[in-house]
């Protein structure tokens, strides 16, 4: 194929529909949007769960409102909105995923134009050493990563002579090649230079001057920063606005004659050139940057142009920062940058506070490796451990309020049952806390981040007793995470609130270590699961017209869809309420009707609820079923205790075995848990 035709083969493509030419924005929104999406229900407010962010290993997790706040300002720059001329800003404490986000957009976008029809191409001039003054450069690539067609719109210097050369030779439309222009910009200073160059060359020959283009795909490797680039923030000295735009080439001076020519700066030393071509542009740190740094950032952000010596590069990219809460506000409070903030679209980001959503953020703090001891036998993993480090977490992230306590604003950020408390409570919560100027005082934006909890985890690792009993016990993760609160919070208030948290916390994993004995004792992983099912059958069979006096009910199993009978047993729902606190006739039919409802609304949705999450109903279950078969939790506590008798030895031994063999524990932790059990410690 002779080069000529390589200029008409990329636009015949073009009208082919085998490639594409869009802008950055473009791009972006249509990877994401091309995944698809689901309607989801987060802290009372439905929003929208894009599934590009949930694929993968290691996806992102949680954060709703900042992924809805990306895709929004990329689409409505996709479609030519005020979002073009603005760079998009997270802002949050540290550790809560920001720079994971835009890492996981950039490999994801990579991945995207990797596929052939997504590929971007731009074009170099071959054979420059026939013109005379470029000494022994021969081949110049577009300094910009322009697209082909950034060439055959300014072929000429009137638009409708280029026009007339898109509709002859790649055969397009009017109407198509309208919507080509909607994308229009000026070629770059020196390919437009040197296209000048061969044009006096080649006396306007328009074939013979195609004859010096050639044209080829972008590189796609990472480590060159070509398509997606990051620039992270140096310190004031070494860094100078050469790191982003470039600067003139001394080694291109010494073969370019002509002293006017603009190849004699070299863009790519610059990070923004090598993203220019439709890329993504990550600016680590921002505000970290000295001023100068940061206003050229605002031209660049502005125009979307490189500019230097009065010389300009239009470049196509998205420009996506971060920055902590401190730097930014330190960053506002100086008047005089007002216009760049101005010209970012700011997004502030909070930590994950749904603690099932924290339980996956916690397995890959842990990390996927199965782990080792310094002996490098293996170490087993509490299956509690996972549970108290998120609740640990999560508690201190969440803010006090007066018409929630900490554990229902907790279930209810998980989109669970609190009590009597409706999610409509914590909308209020989180729009009451919204209205504070104060960032750092609004729902979710402060607390132990990742990285603490990634400390707490190497402490625990690195402990003595975890390697000696080759297990990391979950309760020695309150310790390490008291460890990393006492040595890394500065504010004393954060410190002490933090610290309360973990005691919350502790009182959680009591309630759950409780529902795991019941389990062992019965000798079935799911027994307590059993009886909150047989609970919420029996009040809903209670008052059924086809009740006989044996006090049997049949009804349909909502998950296998089988008839079921089920023998009521009045004594024991009562019993139950009674744990639970309700003495009169009227509290317990209201809290029936309150189960009853949630039944209805879940069932539904999920087959397969199970009522496991209502905290205040489990533990009024395992009492109850723990007095009724063992005269009370204080007698197991006395019978597992006290091993001085076969009988309590024997039970002692079975325990061990439940645990081992059917709930996951190993010896060392399911002997600690018992242990633990046994003991008045953290009783709430």
């Not at 073009?84 to 404490?93: H, N, P, Q, T």
């Not at 795909?217 to 982003?244: F, H, N, Q, R, W």
């Not at 480090?389 to 306590?405: D, I, N, Y």
């Not at 019978?639 to 002692?652: C, D, F, H």
Request: proline residues 3%; charged residues 30%; hydrophobic residues 35%.
């Amino acid at each position: 194929m002779a080069t000529y035709e390589k200029l008409t083969h990329h636009i015949k493509a073009l009208k082919e529909g085998e490639r594409l030419f869009e802008n950055a924005f473009q791009s972006v929104a249509r990877m994401i949007l091309g995944a698809g999406f689901e309607k989801v229900v987060v802290n009372g407010r439905t929003t929208y769960d894009f599934n590009l962010f949930r694929s993968g290993k290691k996806h992102a997790i949680g954060m709703y409102d900042e992924i809805n706040s990306f895709v929004s300002y990329v689409k409505d720059a996709a479609e030519g909105g005020s979002s073009k001329e603005m760079a998009f800003v997270l802002v949050g404490e540290p550790g809560n995923g920001k720079t994971f986000f835009v890492e996981f957009l950039c490999t994801r976008y990579r991945a995207f134009l990797s596929e052939p029809k997504n590929r971007r191409y731009t074009f170099r001039f071959n054979g420059l050493a026939q013109l005379g003054h470029y000494g022994k450069i021969n081949i110049v690539d577009s300094q910009t990563y322009e697209d082909p067609l950034i060439l055959a719109m300014n072929l000429y210097d009137a638009a409708a002579d280029n026009r007339r050369f898109l509709a002859e030779q790649g055969g397009l439309t009017d109407a198509e090649i309208d919507v080509l222009y909607e994308n229009y910009r000026p070629m770059g200073a020196c390919s437009g230079y040197i296209w000048s160059d061969i044009r006096d060359f080649c006396d306007g020959d328009l074939e013979r001057m195609l004859d010096f283009i050639e044209i080829v795909p972008v590189p796609l490797t990472e480590s060159l920063g070509t398509v997606t680039g990051k620039y992270p923030a140096k310190d004031k000295i070494t860094s100078s606005s050469v790191d982003l735009l470039g600067e003139e080439s001394i080694q291109r001076l010494l073969h370019i004659s002509d002293t006017n020519n603009p190849y004699r700066f070299d863009l790519r030393r610059g990070a923004l050139a090598r993203v220019a071509g439709g890329g993504i542009h990550f600016s680590d740190e921002i505000f970290k940057n000295k001023k100068d740094l940061v206003q050229v950032y605002l031209g660049v952000i502005q125009n979307r142009a490189i500019e230097i010596d009065g010389y300009k590069w239009p470049i196509d990219s998205l420009i996506i920062a971060t920055s902590n809460n401190s730097e930014f506000n330190r960053f506002l409070a100086e008047k005089e940058e007002a216009p760049i903030v101005d010209r970012c679209r700011i997004c502030y980001v909070s930590h994950n506070t749904n603690y099932r959503l924290q339980e996956g953020l916690t397995s890959y703090a842990i990390g996927s490796e199965s782990k080792t001891t310094l002996t490098k036998e293996p170490l087993h993993q509490d299956p509690n451990l996972n549970y108290a480090a998120s609740v640990g977490v999560v508690l201190s992230r969440l803010p006090r309020s007066e018409k929630l306590t900490s554990i229902e604003t907790m279930k209810l950020a998980a989109g669970e049952v609190a009590g009597e408390k409706s999610i409509k409570a914590l909308a209020e919560v989180i729009d009451t806390l919204g209205q504070d100027p104060d960032i750092t005082k609004r729902f979710g934006q402060k607390g132990l981040g990742h990285r603490s909890l990634g400390r707490a985890i190497q402490l625990q690792v690195e402990n003595s007793e975890t390697n000696e009993g080759r297990c990391m016990f979950a309760y020695d993760v309150f310790k390490t995470l008291e460890r990393v609160v006492l040595d890394y919070v500065v504010d004393t208030n954060d410190r002490a609130k933090y610290l309360e948290d973990l005691k919350i916390a502790k009182g959680l994993y009591r309630e759950r270590i409780m529902t795991e004995m019941f389990n062992a004792y019965m000798d079935e992983p799911y027994a307590i699961r059993k009886d909150v099912m047989s609970y919420v059958n029996m009040i809903i069979g209670i008052d059924a017209e086809n009740l006989g006096p044996d006090r049997m009910w049949k009804y349909k199993d909502p998950q296998s869809g089988e008839l079921r009978a089920l023998k009521i047993d009045e004594r024991y729902v009562k019993s139950v309420e009674e744990r639970i606190g309700l003495k009169t006739g009227e509290q317990r039919d209201s809290f029936r009707t309150s189960v009853r409802k949630i039944y209805g609304q879940k069932i539904s949705m999920d087959p397969n609820y199970d009522f496991m999450d209502n905290l205040e109903l489990v533990k009024a279950i395992t009492d109850v079923r723990l007095k009724s078969d063992i005269a009370g939790a204080g007698s197991l506590i006395g019978a597992l205790a006290n091993r001085t008798n076969e009988e309590n030895q024997k039970l002692y031994d079975r325990m061990i075995t439940t645990m081992l063999n059917k709930l996951g524990y190993c010896r060392t932790c399911a002997q600690k848990t018992i242990e633990y059990f046994c003991t008045q410690e953290d009783e709430n």
